[in-house]
């Protein structure tokens, strides 16, 4: 296929999305929830409680609330009130369709692309952000790949015309430590190449720090007038501490050696991926440095594991007192977060630290808790409500609150639903009269 089918693909494509985009406008202004269950996730549950959303935030939560006069009443009878959750690692906004790289800006050439933003690249219109936060999933972590310093992710919250309007407040650094193993089942290097790549690649990434390490002394220096380098620049806030950096770890060996290098180098770190982290739990409790593992939905890591592992590694990560949030590391199916917290939870996490793990755990995280992750007077109104528990497929979310904005529960796939479930059957094809 040539480059003028793919563009014409791609437009196609991009006139189908805008006609499946929503169609409702989201609405905001005073919101009055009633007679609702509400898990409040700190607090505790809450039974037949009021809900007050004003200015974009919850103004009051509880059993004795005054209801404004301007107020709209939304009456949550037998329905569940929770905190939008978080999905701590997505590629959403960054990817649209798996199979045509010009709607992909995720992974640049290059093993240093540090000074790329994965803000910059978001496309709000994307139709994967309505498909993702309709499942109750209201702000996610997006972020490019590839490489070794593949550039900066950003929390977003899905809801907004630009960018700007949808940023959570955080970013990061995203580190992919060198692996030291077999890349899969077609790797077919000795285990001598094997160690001398790893050697090689650790070798690299210590070089680079260096280089990072000088340009931040002569910037100091210079007081900010250093020949601009915008790679080395861009690494810079890691290396003073000032900015986090989400260290991409698998294997046991390679997780043991990122907690080693976090820190020598003194790196305020989290560390993502960790698909063998119930091997060495320990150590990452040990390092006091939290996680975002995932995807939950995903296969065991050797031949040799046991089927259900990758549902019980978040489990065992938290018992043995880590940190845990829980990513989908996907982009079409980041809607199906709350299914990967369902599995965690039916795998030894417990479904009270599974409900954290996608809400006020990975706020602690990014250092926004004080906005979001949970229902209390004062956060950010990012909710939903449900006929159940969101970890069921069974449950329907009904109403979803993004930033005060009431979102319609609305898209690509509603809409077909409906189209199809209603659908007019047009002109008969009974013959009709006519010419021959």
């Known amino acids: 296929m040539n480059k003028h089918i793919y563009i014409l693909f791609f437009l196609l494509t991009c006139g189908f999305s ?64 929770y905190p939008g959750m978080i999905d701590s690692g997505t590629k959403v906004g960054l990817k649209e369709i798996g199979s045509l790289s010009l709607t992909q800006d995720y992974n640049e050439i290059g093993e240093i692309t540090s000074d790329m933003d994965a803000l910059t690249a978001v496309n709000p219109n994307s139709v994967l952000i309505p498909v993702t936060r309709v499942s109750g999933v209201t702000t996610v972590i997006t972020g490019p790949s590839g490489g070794l310093f593949p550039g900066s992710a950003a929390l977003i919250h899905l809801h907004g015309y630009t960018p700007e309007q949808m940023y959570g407040g955080f970013k990061s650094m995203v580190i992919n430590f060198p692996s030291s193993g077999k890349r899969g089942r077609w790797d077919r290097r000795s285990e001598e190449e094997i160690k001398k790549d790893g050697e090689k690649a650790i070798k690299k990434l210590n070089d680079i720090w260096e280089r990072v390490a ?29 900015m986090t950096a989400f260290i991409e770890a698998n294997k046991s060996s390679d997780i043991l050696a990122a907690l080693a290098w976090i820190k020598e180098n003194k790196v305020k770190a989290v560390l993502t991926g960790v698909a063998e982290g119930w091997r060495v739990a320990d150590s990452i409790a040990a390092a006091d440095i939290p996680v975002i593992t995932g995807p939950v939905l995903g296969m065991p890591s050797r031949d040799t594991d046991h089927y259900d592992q990758a549902y019980k590694n978040a489990g065992l990560l938290q018992k043995a007192g880590v940190k845990v949030a829980l990513r989908t590391d996907d982009a079409e199916n980041a809607r199906n977060l709350p299914f ?22 990975p ?30 497929p069974s449950t329907a979310i009904e109403y979803l609150f993004i930033n005060g904005w009431n979102v319609p529960i609305e898209s690509r796939q509603t809409l077909l639903y409906e189209e199809f479930l209603h659908r007019d059957p047009g002109v008969s094809t009974e013959s009709k009269p006519g010419k021959s």
């Open 18 to 81: 805008i006609r499946a985009q929503q169609v409702e406008k989201s609405t905001y202004g005073t919101f009055a929830l009633t007679n609702a269950t509400i898990e409040t996730v700190t607090q505790g549950r809450l039974e037949n409680a009021t809900l007050i959303i004003e200015d974009g935030i919850i103004k009051a939560v509880g059993e004795d609330v005054a209801i404004p006069a301007d107020a709209q009443v939304i009456d949550c009878n037998k329905m569940t009130i």
């Open 214 to 242: 000088t340009y931040a002394s002569i910037d100091s220096a210079t007081q900010g007038q250093a020949d601009y380098n915008p790679e080395l620049a861009a690494l810079v806030p890691v290396y003073r501490g000032e």
């Open 340 to 361: 990967n917290a369902g599995f965690a939870a039916a795998y030894g996490m417990g479904q009270e630290e599974a409900l954290k793990a996608v809400t006020i755990v």
């Open 363 to 392: 706020a602690e995280i990014f250092g926004i808790a004080d906005e979001v992750g949970s229902i209390e007077p004062g956060k950010k109104a990012n909710l939903f409500v449900s006929t159940g528990d969101p970890f069921e």
